[in-house]
């Protein structure tokens, strides 16, 4: 694993932490997509930040990294990185809250998990 693969995965964990805060600082996930003016667009940007993240693993094939994530979970969070860059008016909040509610919590268990097997 490089350096530079590592760090990715931090701050995936970062964004991902961010991310909670919003939501505790809000109360409830939809209290905090229920704001237009701060809380949602800074989630949306959190999430597209991830999947970007993600997806300079993959460019750089990290994929000791990656095959410790589930390709369709991946998939799932490129997918709506792209849907968020495309169609932001559009953007069905309800797959945000599951993503919010049982996708990152995943997430941030396998960037422990990888980063926890560091020598």
Not at 27 to 53: C, F, K, N, W
Not at 85 to 105: K, Q
Request: aromatic share 8%; hydrophobic share 40%; net charge negative.
């Amino acid at each position: 694993m490089s350096k530079e693969s590592i760090s990715k995965i931090y701050l995936i964990i970062e964004k991902i932490e961010y991310i909670e805060e919003i939501v505790k600082n809000n109360g409830t996930i939809s209290a905090a997509l229920e704001d237009l003016v701060t809380s949602r667009p800074a989630i949306l940007m959190h999430l597209t930040a991830i999947a970007e993240q993600f997806n300079k693993l993959k460019q750089s094939h990290a994929d000791d990294i990656l095959d410790k994530f589930d390709k369709d979970d991946l998939k799932g969070l490129y997918d709506v990185r792209t849907y968020i860059a495309h169609d932001y008016e559009g953007v069905n909040l309800s797959i945000i809250e599951w993503i919010i509610r049982f996708g990152l919590p995943k997430f941030k268990t396998q960037c422990l998990k990888v980063i926890d097997k560091l020598p």
